[in-house]
């Protein structure tokens, strides 16, 4: 199953970044699922420049719990100065956004929407 994290707000790349990087260290993450830094902006050929990386796109294998990741999600909410607003959203269209100070409401969304594909 493919997740992709998103941000509001004008520090969506940097909040994207920090996220990835966070769950990067996450042992049984990087095991068990891909994780890489995703634009939002759909490129257009022959332009140059580069794009804003923005999104944070997760595909989640069998050996990963919906609990694991949102707890690491949740602990790295907790981790910022401002509770980043994120959205969480699977390919099929279901999503969920977490925000205010609540790890567990967070950890409990992710769960959820997460374990509905299942």
Known sequence: MQVLFRFAGDS??????SLHDWLLLDRDIRRA?????????PSVAGQQGTAILDLVSLVLGNGISA?????SVASWRATRPQHPTVT???????KVTIS???????????????NESR
């Open 88 to 94: 969480v959203e699977r390919t099929d269209g279901s």
């Open 100 to 114: 205010g100070t609540s790890s567990d409401e967070a950890r409990r969304l992710l769960e959820q929407l997460l």
């Open 12 to 17: 969506a790349e940097d909040q994207a970044r």
């Open 33 to 41: 699922a891909v994780l890489e830094m995703v634009s939002s902006s």
């Open 67 to 71: 609990a694991s990741l949102g707890v």
